[in-house]
């Protein structure tokens, strides 16, 4: 069983910058791939990005390549996203995933662990 909890939302105003943190329990997370998706109200969860095991491998979804930066601590247990040039549209609730296997994946079934989620609201 793996634990995610996130943490680092908030809110911010357009221009500015957040990064999250995902705390993992588990003790594989240096093999697992690593995904960070977002849900706005109303609308469904989206891809924003994942990261390999190893971290030499990272994707990232059209709407903040170049903006955010995914990355992780294996000796930590901690996976991050650094989001800056936040926009109003980035507002949603925040979760990362763990996916049993070191290839990352922009597909959420693909992810067999949750977090909670964290608030991120950007301001205009």
């Known amino acids: 069983q793996v634990q995610l909890v996130e943490s680092g939302g908030g809110l911010v105003q357009a221009g500015d910058s957040l990064r999250l943190s995902c705390a993992s329990s588990?003790?594989?997370?240096?093999?697992?791939?690593m995904g960070w998706f977002r849900q706005a109200p109303g609308k469904e969860r989206e891809f924003v990005a994942a990261?390999?095991?190893?971290?030499?491998?990272?994707y990232y979804a059209d709407s903040v390549k170049g903006r955010f930066t995914i990355s992780r601590d294996n000796a930590k247990n901690t996976a991050y996203l650094q989001m800056n040039s936040l926009k109003p549209e980035d507002t949603a609730v925040y979760y990362c995933a763990a996916r049993m296997t070191w290839a990352p994946s922009g597909i959420r079934n693909d992810y067999t662990y949750w977090g909670q989620g964290t608030q991120v609201t950007v301001s205009a």
């Open positions: 588990g003790r594989t997370f240096g093999a697992n791939a």
């Open positions: 990261i390999s095991a190893s971290s030499t491998i990272t």
